[in-house]
């Protein structure tokens, strides 16, 4: 694509939120990102939270972290680009051994995959031995190896309802585990300590449980309840959207939740006045670029330091120097694959 259409393009989607001059120099960067795509014969997989002049100019594909790992798994590229943080670099180097993998930056963290490690994994599955032990995406390649299924937000339900099982180990995000064990019926657990081998079931008093972990997102879990009421007085017909990634009690006074993906769709079937999303701050901003006819209120200050450093320069420069290549090493691999199958066996399909 030419500078030209790729300018026309983002300065249709973003006119109204950036200086015309900045578009132009955004386009060009974009067109550069074009060129080097085809000599590298490289995919770029772009992350709804992605900065919006990326978003809506470089990636093949953009969706959640379930959309992209379907992506990556299907690609017939030498090379992905994966705009977005480690663990979903990681995750499609998991499916694609013999691709290299780019992220545009040198770090790419994110709180919840820091909050757990592979060796507490290995704790909780000596202390409740036989327990099923489903992990969250995020979370690194060494996790996943650990534990017998993945999930993301837009499977979470769907991927332990699957494990027929009364006691589940769900990891790391403390939050996400609360919702999911609200729609499934199941009583949650947070050890304040990693319980010791042999230690008694947990919840020996109830019928149904799920041991989750303290790990937060530290975007998602700035929202409170208070945030909703005061929005809903000032605008009495305002949808709001939150991700499950928020507290329990906020996805309570919410009107809808769901993964990133599921909150896009609901916007565009919704025939509300306004929306408000619960959600890291360039979604908002991605979805209004897309439905300009949709109003949504700008109150988001919530930007994930994480994503935000990636940017069109620096997935320019991943692709003009390779860099940054992440590799998962064979044997964690292997065995955090098989986590990552089970996942994408349960569904849901996208289109
Ligand atoms: S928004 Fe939260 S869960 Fe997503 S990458 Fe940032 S810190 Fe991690």
Same mark, same amino acid.
């Given at each position: 694509m030419q500078v030209e259409e790729i300018y026309l393009n983002l300065r249709d989607k973003l006119g109204d939120v950036m200086p015309e001059g900045e578009i132009l120099l955004k386009a060009e960067v974009a067109a550069e990102i074009q060129k080097l795509k085809v000599e590298r014969d490289a995919v770029i997989l772009g992350h709804n939270y992605m900065e919006p002049a990326l978003f809506h100019s470089v990636p093949d594909f953009q969706g959640d972290s379930l959309e992209l790992s379907r992506r990556a798994a299907e690609t017939d590229k030498s090379v992905i680009v994966f705009c977005g943080v480690r663990f979903m670099a990681e995750t499609a180097k998991i499916l694609n051994p013999s691709k290299t993998v780019l992220l545009p930056t040198e770090k790419g963290g994110c709180s919840l995959a820091e909050s757990i490690t592979a060796a507490d994994v290995r704790a909780l599955r000596a202390a409740y031995p036989g327990v099923p032990i489903v992990t969250y995406i995020n979370t690194y390649a060494d996790v996943k190896a650990e534990c017998d299924i993945c999930c993301t937000s837009s499977n979470a339900v769907a991927v332990v309802e699957s494990l027929k099982s009364d006691t589940v180990i769900f990891l790391p995000d403390e939050y996400l585990a609360r919702n999911v064990a609200r729609e499934t019926g199941l009583h949650v657990i947070v050890p304040s300590v990693l319980p010791k081998p042999g230690? #008694?079931? #947990?919840?020996?008093?109830?019928?149904h449980v799920m041991v989750a972990w303290k790990g937060r997102c530290e975007v998602h879990e700035l929202f409170t309840t208070e945030d909703i009421d005061s929005v809903r007085k000032q605008f009495p017909d305002v949808m709001i959207l939150a991700h499950p990634e928020c507290s329990p009690e906020v996805v309570a006074k919410a009107d809808f939740s769901g993964s990133t993906t599921a909150m896009i769709k609901a916007v565009e079937k919704s025939n509300a006045k306004r929306y408000l999303l619960l959600t890291e701050c360039s979604m908002g901003d991605n979805i209004v670029a897309a439905n300009p006819e949709k109003e949504m209120l700008?109150?988001?200050?919530?930007?994930?330091p994480h994503m935000h450093e990636i940017t069109l320069e620096q997935t320019r420069d991943s692709l003009r120097y390779m860099r940054w290549v992440i590799d998962v090493p064979e044997e964690i691999r292997v065995r955090a694959l098989k986590s990552v199958e089970r996942m994408l066996a349960v569904g849901p399909k996208i289109d």
């Open positions: 230690a #008694p079931r #947990p919840g020996t008093d109830v019928e700008r109150l988001c200050s919530h930007r994930c």
